[in-house]
């Protein structure tokens, strides 16, 4: 089977092509980051005026016909209302049009999978760490169960954040690892509150030193970086020690991190566990881990009607079935 998904839940409209073994076709993708920030209406404005092009350019990247798709997938959420509603119009058009089978899928949980079927781990502990969504998250009976997780904001969505308060540039995750190799640790607040995590006191902070304090550049982005990778680390080694479980895969857009990374090897060596991080060209939101989950969940046996693929923007990781 060939899968076609769409990914459209924020920043990102993707359209990724894969077969059943896992080979991915297609990847294209564009990315909407203005100065300001994201206005949910701007990105779908955005996603409509790309979507009939990079549909075209996926396919000619796969060297395949619209009719050698077999089902279209989509991620029906969570994320931004507008911006879902785009990937779901998309993905009802091509379905149609094709007169094949359509499923939503859960835009987290795909996260997780591709990861798995890049890494080839069997049941992790995931560090789920991307722009709007952080959490650790462990398989238990058919439900991906989330151990802990952020409080108020995604772990990118601060550093983006961070990035843009001070004008170093937007997305600022890469650049702000960048600035952070010749900093030193300055202390910041460090928010843990039983498993689950708090970033935007760390934020806050973090703009202060730099604008009021007047701390150096370098030293700020470090220690930003180094206490919010921490809290990280450290619930992270917690749902191991709690639940047995001896692998640990970090995906989501923040896997890029090459700091986060190193730290969370570290504690991996120290356990006894295996790290494993997805690769850089699925980290990200993208429509390759989409169209994967669709072939997986179609070939489990899941089905939908055209009826129910409204989106549903706050649809938890830990809702979805995944007895695939
Ligand atoms: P996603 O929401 O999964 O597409 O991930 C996007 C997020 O990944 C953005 O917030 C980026 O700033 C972040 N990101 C990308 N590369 C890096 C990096 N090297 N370090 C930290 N964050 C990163
Ligand atoms: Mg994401």
């Not at 076609?4 to 409209?13: F, N, R, W």
């Not at 798709?69 to 058009?93: E, H, M, W, Y």
């Not at 090897?265 to 690769?279: L, S």
Request: proline share 4%; aromatic share 6%; hydrophobic share 40%.
């Amino acid at each position: 089977m060939i899968c076609l998904g769409i990914e459209s839940t924020a920043h990102t409209l993707g359209i990724g092509i894969v077969d059943s073994k896992g080979t991915v076709l297609a990847n294209a993708k564009k990315s909407f980051f203005p100065d300001e920030g994201i206005h949910p209406r701007e990105a779908a404005v955005h996603h409509t005026k790309h979507a009939m092009e990079l549909v075209s350019l996926a396919l000619a990247s796969a060297k395949i016909d619209a009719v050698d798709i077999d089902l279209i997938s989509f991620s029906q959420g969570p994320g931004l209302s507008p911006s879902l509603k785009v990937g779901a119009v998309v993905a009802r058009t091509l379905a149609l049009e094709l007169k094949k089978p359509i499923l939503g899928v859960n835009h987290c949980v795909s996260h997780i999978e591709i990861g798995k079927l890049k890494t080839g781990v069997k049941d992790p502990i995931i560090v789920y760490a991307s722009g709007g969504n952080t959490q650790i998250i462990g398989l238990s009976g058919e439900k991906y169960r989330v151990f802990g997780e952020t409080l108020d904001i995604g772990i990118g969505n601060m550093i983006d954040k961070f990035a843009r308060k001070v004008r170093l540039g937007n997305p600022g995750g890469p650049i702000i690892e960048k600035i952070a190799k010749k900093g030193k640790y300055i202390d910041m607040p460090y928010s843990i509150k039983g498993m689950d995590m708090s970033f935007s006191g760390l934020l806050t902070f973090a703009v202060n030193a730099f604008i009021l304090k007047k701390e150096k550049i370098e030293d700020v982005c470090y220690s930003l970086q180094h206490n919010a990778y921490s809290m990280v680390v450290e619930v992270t080694e917690r749902a191991l020690s709690h639940t047995g479980k001896s692998e640990v895969l970090l995906t989501g857009g923040v896997a890029a991190s090459k700091m986060l990374q190193g730290m969370l090897e570290v504690m991996c060596t120290e356990r006894g566990a295996k790290f494993n991080v997805v690769p850089v060209d699925v980290a990200g939101d993208n429509g390759a881990m989409i169209a994967w989950q669709g072939l997986i969940e179609y070939e489990g046996g899941r089905r939908q009607k055209m009826t129910d693929t409204e989106p549903n923007p706050k649809w938890r990781t830990d809702e979805v079935e995944v007895g695939y």
